[in-house]
């Protein structure tokens, strides 16, 4: 094909990108041959011109088409080069969410750095079982292909997971692992998978570390051989391990960790069980601090520590052990941090005393001295001496480093040996399976010797690879014979010899190492002259002498050769070793002793297991002996690598590629340059030129006929395809070396498919352009046309809306002239009117004005006029007293002065003598005066005291009144204060009121201001109301109306209320059912089992019971429980000789809690009945009190009767003398007094014995009453109460109506007093239930009173409102109460019918208990016959069929066991088996034998168990006794006797019920059986339905030409077209028509029918949704089509046998959904919206899944979006759902057996003599 046809214009291309590796451009101009350069336009629009290689002329890679793109399988892909396969992984990760990609025979992994929900037991169970090609990439579908092709084909199998650090191949190799264990089980009840899963943790924790790439980069590599027996079950499995990064022990780049376990104890160090280790914080070894990153985020290493231990006791490694490892790794940390000093520049010394290294040498128990010794020493051996050399401290830091990575080694070593032996059973393997994770290709700036030899293992297994893939394709083209032609393939053998050939770079460094003085220089110069010039694959770096390049497959590499020598001969100072073998602890020892001496920690001896398989421990080859540890790292690495090529050569292998996206561990984040560099590494590139070079793309005569159909004319096409193919091709593709035709498949070289493609789709488009032409065209005529007829009308009525407005203008053009005129007079005179009315008011309002203005300046004038005359008075007032005090103050002054000088002047007189004589010259004189006044003043003095003393005593007298006065004056001035303080309140109050009837009287002026407005709007609204008066009668219809609907409403609402409430209670009694019929079902298990095991254990050899014994025993009762415990127990006796050890511990601890539960029900019965003992003891001790007082006071009235029969007898006595004192002859006489007096006496004794016995009989007769109705309740108490009675009362002496009377009042006392007593608590429970409906009553009296006030104080809208609302709320909480009244009458009308009946029963049994007691010895001889067996009157059978004791076996067999549903059954009566079983057990009731029945029943069930047992995968089997069991359930149902159940029988049928049994526990264990039957006939269902399903509902095109075919690669899928031997959707409605006319045949009832049917669809819908969300070729638009045509096919299928309304259709809607998802417009918000509210069945994982997957077959359709994908996201981000990917397939949906009465005659069944049941008579 020339080159022009391809690169024309809009061909998309793929030129070389710096940054994306590959850019996708598109052709702007058609490439002609010659030209220099291709015109090209980027995705961006950018236009660039991409020039050519002048000297190849190489063309860039075209694009593969749309249509291809995404593919599961690369080598699907048209176009096969890298650009292709880049982008193919790139859009399947980055836009589909898939990490899983095949690319022919490899699986492509790609790290999400993300959890997925895809690795669930659901998606396993979806993947188990099916092809390899029919479901979307997953490791599981390689493990499963693993799986069937070691079944299928007795062949071991290898999985090989490969990839670099950090590109999940453990996390591959874990999953492979699980879907081994989940699928296979074991074999034994060892749980063997649990131990094989159980190993990852511990080989992670011990040889998985963080790195720069990866947070759980596996440091070694491991192969597991997972072995099966013949069976395919796991049985055990065995680990090898290579090349462990030892190093990583010492050392740690940045950021990056020691491996985890050291980490994980250093966050345990607080526990008590590690204190004696001395750990702490990571940071504080030097071991584990080097990296500078202890803890990674998300990660709990505590957390792990404990699921590391976990692990440890799962494997059998025991407490003791475990610590002892953790000691040692404790050690290795301590010894990381002895430091080591210079003593000199040759030697070096450890401080004495030094705590870590005393630590160090505790926790392995050696000696301090000789570890400080040779830590810094070494011993030198020569021929004739020994010397002890000192170390520098660089080479003592190395000593001590190679010893902590020897500890480590030879730890790791002895866990590997011992999780080995924990993983080998003693079954004898089969075969098995091997997982291989192991390190991919590496390259590093700086590579030494561990990256050498991981390139030389990748090496191996990618020659391994190629020659398989070369094989596989050479398989392909024989069985097709095509043409073989040899393909040129990389053979990377000279890379391999270069490397471990003789002389090779492995050969050269053993024989450097074992040079005396050999050096990584001298090593390099070495390689440098052996490979320099012979081989082309080793260079030299051109700026290094001590490094070397070697070109690997995928890339060259670049090795340093410093420390090569030293990491191949990996020394450790032997005395060192010595002091280690030395030591003290075991565990120590015992990890550098010989590995077949050493013990294991699970108690088996070493060498248990029959292994013949290749299975060499990776530490075999070590030896403790110097010679061993002279064999090189290097040495033992090439042989194990050579016997892991030998296994795998031996298997065959599948391939598991890892692929790191980016070196960020960025979720989704896909780096093309890192991509493209692990597909070049892991041979993924490698793959596709592989297959590029031949044919690789292969198609199907068919689906080539299907899918290039439209290239064809109609004459082209032949009879045979396989012709019309072959003639078409050479018609299209002229170069006939571009095909090859084979057998089944037409082989395509690259790119032929895309041409074809191209041609198809230009077909297409020609097609579609001419139907686009012819619609447009007719879409624009019929529009056209419509346009003219709506122009034509839009005219006429415009032109008639034009004229009506004229006309309606010029009318109101007259009428506002009109309107003008009268508006404008009235504005005029209205203005006029305001213009007046304003000039009289301002009039108005200016003269009163001025008339105050006026007035009151009078007033000022006459007031200041006043105010004058009253200023100028008090100022002349003031002047006149200013001068009067002025002059008296002079005259004052004058005075004094005057008075002064008279002073002066009689002081000098009186100083003279002059003076002084005349002042005493009438001295004397004056003295004489004096002395009479002395006298008259002494009798004055005299009389005054007189008069003085008088005046005391009445001055005392007064002082007391005065003080009296004085106090009630005191009081009287309190009071007059506290009046007056009350004064000043009045006042104050006087004030307050007079502000208040200010602010009063401004308020009622106010008020009478708005009464007056008030009263005018009164006014207007009086006639507003008018109006509303009729508005407010439309309201009140409106309001009952309301009413109404609020009514309908809350009837409604309550109706929805109790619907929800309904469905809820449905939904809890379908999750109980569900529940307990899970539970059925594992009961049903294990009794499955434990006949198995019983059956195994009854083999040759073995006891074995009699089956006999088995089938008359009940399983449903206590001996038959004890019997089964017992052969429980022997079979665990012989289990213990002839099984597994463990089996046998678990069947005896099984047996054991048996026993214990047994033993606590026995408890907890005995404890019930001594709580019944206690509680009846009780009991009677109250009652014998009671009785005591009884007969206390029945002994009071004893004692007044014998007083009275004594005074009696006293009387009589009395007579008795006085008669025999008088005469003899007088004495009788008649007429003497004694006579009299006796006669007296003897009437009235005879009066009162005839009342006595009046009362007597009355009593009597009251007594029987009251006995008849209280028996049931006191029987037993009545009798000994009689004893008593008679035997008190037969201690008197009295007369016989004495004693009956004494009895008969005593009787009418206690009944008197009972009903006393019960009236009394009537009438208290009566005045109690008044009591609290009066103060119900009140309490709603008060509430109505408030309401009533509220409402009072609304308006009169809200009033009638609130009203309403009242009433509303009082009918509905009436309702309520009537509704809680009716529910509990119903509640106690079904309690008391269930107590009648239980009573009724009861007077039955008593009734005929108390005739078989009240028969009489000679009634029982003269009846010897029981009176039951009636003899049977002539032709008047009773529907009941008898049959003897010892037919009851052959009964069973003839009846159930050896009836074939195909075969006699087919023409019997529907149900005929469950009648006559029911018609012998009516007789066994007629003749009331117990055992009789029992037997049967038990038999019965037990019989229909083992026919299931044997015959439970035929689903006619099944069905005929699912049909028979529910009818013998309905038949012990309807002739029970129960009321609930008779409604619907005859007379007849009434008079057939049983009598004298209640079977309703059988009844129990009957359902329980049909429960069972069910779930086995769903599963023979699913069985038959399985394999039809996803090929008729989802690969088959029921509508032929919708779906295009699309080419499929290597992993070829299961065809769309309809083969032979495929299925179709006519099978399966085939098979459900078989299904639903065989349970009809049979006479299941019709609503179990419907439960099937409902079961059979769900089961239909979620496998076809299931294998949707797994199969990306299967979501596109057209097969959305083909599954809505598929239940519309269903859904005819189900109103075809009128099953609508069985719940079926509501089943299928999630795939309905899903249909309609794929059918839908994704583009716009609407469309999201739309989805969101139609997809309300599928959850946001599966509707996000189909959305991924969605895929578009033809290049009309489109992908959908990442935003719009986001967009549905954030829509449902809300929803409350199970996040659960795949629907649940095994679910079932509970089971009912609605009751189903017949209305067949029992009288009337005949028994045909096919049966063989002549032994049966009809009764």
Same mark, same amino acid.
């Given at each position: ?199 990852? /943790? ?366 191949? &001969? ?75 090529? #030998? ?73 045979? &395809? ?338 929800? #409430? ?26 499955? &089992? ?37 052969? @429980?127990?022997?079979? @665990? ?50 009652? &014998? ?222 009734? %005929? ?17 029981? /009176? ?189 077209? %309809? ?27 019709? #609503? ?172």
């Amino acid at each position: 094909m020339a080159a022009s046809e391809l690169y024309t214009k809009c061909a998309r291309v793929w030129i070389p990108d710096v940054e994306d590796v590959w850019k996708s451009a598109e052709l702007s101009k058609d490439y002609k041959n010659g030209d220099a350069s291709l015109q090209l336009m980027l995705e961006d629009g950018t236009n660039l011109e991409h020039k050519l290689d002048p000297k190849t002329k190489n063309l860039p890679y075209l694009r593969n088409p749309d249509i291809l793109v995404g593919e599961n399988d690369l080598t699907a892909l048209s176009y096969l080069h890298e650009p292709a396969v880049l982008h193919n992984l790139k859009v399947r990760f980055i836009d589909s969410k898939l990490i899983y990609t095949y690319c022919g025979i490899v699986l492509v992994a790609i790290n999400p750095y993300e959890t997925l929900p895809i690795y669930g037991t659901d998606i396993i169970n979806a993947y188990s079982g099916q092809n390899m090609g029919d479901m979307d990439p997953h490791i599981f579908a390689v493990a499963e292909e693993a799986y069937k092709q070691m079944a299928r084909d007795e062949r071991n199998q290898s999985i090989i997971v490969s990839g670099e650090s950090g590109a999940g191949k453990t996390v591959s190799a874990k999953y492979a692992m699980r879907y081994f264990a989940t699928v296979s089980g074991s074999a034994s009840e060892a749980n063997v998978e649990e131990k094989v899963l159980a190993s990852n /943790p511990i080989m992670e924790a011990i040889g998985n570390a963080k790195t720069t790439r990866n947070d759980n980069s596996s440091r070694f590599g491991k192969y597991i051989e997972i072995g099966f027996d013949n069976r395919y079950r796991i049985i055990g499995a065995n680990m090898r391990t290579y090349l462990l990064e030892k190093s990583r022990v010492v050392f740690q780049a940045d950021e990056e960790r020691n491996y985890h376990i050291f980490y994980q104890l250093c966050a345990s160090s607080h526990l008590p069980e590690f204190k004696n280790l001395k750990l702490s914080n990571a940071n504080d070894f030097l071991y584990t601090r080097q990296g500078c990153s202890p803890v990674i985020d998300g990660v709990d290493d505590s957390k792990e520590l404990g699921t590391t231990r976990h692990a440890f006791s799962l494997l059998g490694i025991n407490e003791s052990y475990q610590m002892g490892l953790f000691q040692v790794l404790a050690a290795i940390l301590h010894l990381g941090n002895v430091q080591i000093k210079d003593k000199d520049s040759d030697s070096s010394i450890i401080p004495t005393n030094n705590h870590h290294l005393t630590k160090f040498c505790e926790l392995v128990g050696v000696t301090y001295e000789d570890m400080a010794q040779w830590l810094c020493h070494r011993k030198l051996k020569t021929a004739s001496e020994t010397y002890i050399k000192t170390l520098p401290r660089l080479q003592a830091t190395n000593a001590r480093d190679a010893l902590s990575k020897h500890i480590y080694a030879k730890l790791f070593n002895w866990i590997v040996e011992h999780v080995n032996k924990a993983l080998i059973t003693n079954i004898k393997q089969h075969s098995f399976i091997g997982v291989l994770d192991i390190y991919g290709f590496e390259t590093f700036e700086i590579n030494s010797f561990e990256q050498f030899c991981i390139n030389y293992a990748n090496e191996k297994l990618q020659q391994q690879f190629n020659m398989h893939v070369f094989k596989l394709e050479q398989e392909e083209y024989m069985k097709e014979q095509i043409p073989w032609t040899l393909i040129d393939f990389y053979d990377n053998q000279p890379c391999i010899n270069l490397i471990e050939a003789k002389m090779g770079v492995l050969d050269l460094l053993d024989e450097e190492c074992r040079m005396p003085k050999g050096s990584d220089d001298s090593w390099a110069q070495k390689l440098y002259n052996t490979h320099l010039k012979t081989c082309s694959l080793f260079e030299k770096p051109r700026m290094s002498n001590r490094a070397f390049i070697i070109q690997h497959f995928a890339d060259k590499v670049e090795y340093q050769c410093d420390g090569f020598l030293e990491k191949n &001969k990996d020394t450790v100072n032997e005395e060192q070793i010595k002091v280690l073998k030395a030591s003290k602890f075991d565990l120590l020892v015992e990890l550098f002793q010989d590995e077949g001496k050493a013990t294991t920690p699970t108690g088996q001896p070493p060498g248990m297991g029959g292994r013949t398989r290749l299975s060499v421990k990776p530490d075999k080859s070590r030896d403790t002996s110097s010679k061993e540890h002279k064999k090189t790292v290097g040495c033992q690495f090439r042989n194990s690598l050579q016997m892991l090529m #030998e296994t795998l050569n031996a298997t065959t292998p599948h391939y598991v590629r890892c692929i790191k996206p980016n070196d960020f561990k960025q979720a989704f984040s896909f780096d093309p340059k890192r991509a493209v560099q692990q597909l070049r590494a892991c041979g993924v590139l490698e793959t596709i030129r592989i297959s590029a070079a031949g044919f690789p793309s292969r198609w199907t005569y068919q689906e080539f006929f299907s899918r290039y159909r439209v290239l064809m004319k109609q004459k082209d096409v032949l009879s045979d &395809k396989k012709l019309t193919c072959r003639n078409v091709l050479e018609k299209l593709v002229e170069d006939q070396d571009k095909y090859q035709f084979g057998k089944t498949k037409i082989f395509f070289r690259a790119g032929q498919v895309a041409y074809l493609e191209k041609l198809r789709a230009d077909k297409l488009r020609a097609a579609c352009i001419r139907i686009q032409k012819t619609i447009r065209c007719w879409l624009a005529r019929k529009k056209y046309l419509r346009k003219r007829d709506a122009a034509i009308t839009i005219q006429r009525f415009t032109r008639g809306y034009q004229a009506r407005c004229l006309a309606k203008f010029m009318r109101r053009t007259q009428a506002a002239t009109i309107i003008q005129k009268y508006q404008k007079m009235y504005v005029a005179r209205k203005r006029y009117r305001q213009k007046q009315a304003a000039a009289l008011a301002i009039q108005t309002i200016l003269r009163s004005y001025m008339a105050r203005q006026k007035y009151q300046a009078l007033l000022r004038e006459h007031k200041a006029v006043i105010i004058q005359k009253h200023a100028r008075g008090w100022l002349a007032r003031c002047w006149y007293k200013r001068c009067l005090s002025s002059i008296v103050y002079l005259q004052c002054c004058t005075r004094r002065m005057i008075a002064r000088r008279e002073l002066k002047k009689l002081k000098i007189e009186a100083r003279s003598v002059e003076h002084f004589k005349k002042l005493n010259k009438g001295m004397e004189n004056k003295i004489m005066q004096l002395q009479r006044k002395i006298d008259e003043q002494t009798k004055e003095n005299k009389s005054v005291n007189e008069k003085l003393t008088g005046l005391e005593n009445t001055y005392t007298t007064e002082s007391e009144r005065l003080r009296g006065e004085l106090g009630r004056l005191r009081g009287v001035e309190e009071e007059a204060k506290s009046k007056g303080n009350q004064v000043k309140c009045l006042l104050e109050e006087l004030e307050k009121l007079k502000k208040e009837l200010r602010t009063t009287k401004q308020e009622k002026k106010t008020i009478e201001d708005w009464s007056q407005s008030y009263k005018g709007e009164m006014e207007k609204l009086v006639s507003e109301l008018k109006d509303q008066n009729g508005l407010l009668k439309t309201e009140k219809d409106d309001l009952n109306r309301l009413i109404q609907e609020q009514n309908q409403q809350m009837t409604e609402k309550m109706a929805r209320a109790i619907a929800a #409430e309904t469905q809820q209670l449905e939904t809890d009694l379908n999750e109980e059912r569900s529940r307990y019929q899970n539970l059925l079902t594992e009961h049903l298990r294990l009794e499955e &089992k434990f006949d198995d095991l019983k059956e195994h254990i009854s083999k040759p050899g073995h006891r074995r019971t009699d089956s006999t014994h088995s089938s008359n025993e009940s399983e449903y009762t206590f001996n038959s429980e004890f019997a089964e415990s017992e052969d @429980a127990s022997h079979a @665990a006796e012989d289990l213990t000789r002839g099984m597994d050890t463990s089996l046998t511990l678990k069947l005896q601890k099984r047996l054991k809690e048996l026993e214990q539960e047994k033993q606590s029900l026995r408890n907890e019965l005995e404890n019930k009945e001594e709580q019944f003992q206690r509680a009846r003891a009780r009991d009677e001790s109250e009652f &014998k009190k009671a009785r005591g007082a009884e007969l206390e006071y029945e002994s009071l009235k004893r004692q007044e009767l014998e007083s009275e029969n004594k005074k009696l007898k006293h009387n009589l006595a009395d007579m008795r003398k006085s008669l025999l004192g008088s005469a003899a002859s007088s004495a009788g006489a008649p007429g003497s007094p004694a006579y009299k007096v006796l006669l007296d006496q003897l009437n009235s004794s005879c009066e009162e014995l005839e009342v006595r016995k009046e009362e007597v009989l009355i009593l009597r007769s009251q007594l029987v009453s009251q006995k008849e109705a209280m028996q049931h309740k006191d029987e037993k108490e009545t009798m000994t109460e009689v004893a008593v009675h008679v035997e008190d009362v037969s201690k008197l002496k009295d007369a016989d109506e004495l004693k009956q009377a004494y009895i008969g009042l005593k009787d009418t006392n206690r009944l008197l007093e009972h009903q006393l007593q019960t009236q009394r608590r009537s009438y208290d429970s009566e005045v109690e239930s008044l009591r609290g409906e009066l103060q119900n009553v009140k309490e709603e009296n008060n509430r109505q009173q408030q309401l009533l006030a509220q409402n009072l104080q609304l308006p009169p809208e809200a009033r009638i409102e609130a009203s309403l609302q009242h009433e509303i709320t009082r009918l509905t909480n009436e309702n309520l109460d009537l509704m809680e009244q009716l529910e509990k009458q119903d509640r106690t009308i079904r309690k008391l019918k269930k107590q009648l009946k239980v009573y009724s029963k009861r007077i039955g049994e008593m009734g %005929a208990g108390q005739a078989e007691g009240q028969t009489s010895p000679g009634q029982m001889v003269d009846e010897p016959i029981r /009176p039951v067996n009636i003899p049977r009157r002539e032709k008047d059978f009773q529907g009941m069929l008898e049959y003897k004791k010892e037919d009851e076996m052959k009964l069973v067999k003839n009846l159930i066991l050896e009836l074939k549903p195909r075969g006699v059954a087919v023409n019997l009566i529907p149900g005929l088996p469950a009648y006559i079983l029911f018609m012998c057990v009516r007789h066994a009731d007629y003749l009331n034998d117990d055992q009789k029945v029992r037997t049967l029943l038990t038999s019965t069930i037990n019989s229909i168990k083992k026919i299931l047992k044997k015959r439970g995968d035929d689903f006619e089997t099944v069905s005929f006794w699912l049909a028979n069991t529910c009818r013998f359930l309905h038949c012990l149902k309807q002739y029970s006797g129960d009321d609930v159940f008779m409604k619907h029988n005859t007379s007849r049928q009434n008079e057939h019920c049983l009598s004298n049994f209640d079977l309703t526990e059988y009844r129990s264990v009957i359902s329980d059986l049909a429960i069972q039957i069910y779930q086995q006939l769903i599963k023979c269902m699913e069985n038959t339905l399985q394999p039809m399903i996803v090929s008729g509902m989802l690969e088959h095109e029921t509508i032929q030409g919708v779906s295009g075919v699309k080419p499929t690669g290597l992993r070829k899928r299961t065809s769309s077209i %309809a083969d032979e031997g495929t299925y179709t959707l006519d099978s399966i409605l085939r098979q459900l028509n078989a299904f639903h006319s065989t349970m009809c045949q049979h006479g299941t009832d019709p #609503e179990l029918i419907k439960q099937v049917v409902k079961q059979q669809f769900y089961v239909i819908g979620a496998v076809t949704l299931n294998n949707l969300l797994l199969r990306k070729d299967m979501c596109s638009w057209s097969k959305g089509m083909q599954i809505r045509y598929n239940v519309s096919q269903l859904e005819e299928w189900l109103r075809d046998k009128n099953l609508m309304n069985c719940g079926a259709k509501e089943t299928l809607e999630p795939l309905i959904q899903a249909a309609q998802l794929l059918q839908v417009k994704k583009k716009t918000d609407e469309d999201a919206k739309a989805i969101c509210s139609m997809c309300l069945a599928l959850t946001t994982a599966q509707i996000v899944k189909v959305l991924n997957l969605y895929t578009p077959v033809n290049e009309f359709e489109e992908r959908v979006s990442v935003s719009f994908i986001r967009n549905i996201q954030t829509r449902l981000r809300d929803r409350c759902e199970s996040p659960q990917l795949l629907m649940d397939t095994k679910m079932i949906y509970p089971i009912t057996f609605p009751f189903n009465p017949s209305s067949l005659a029992l009288e009337s069944i005949q028994i045909p003599s096919s049966l063989n049941l002549s032994f049966l008579t009809r009764v």
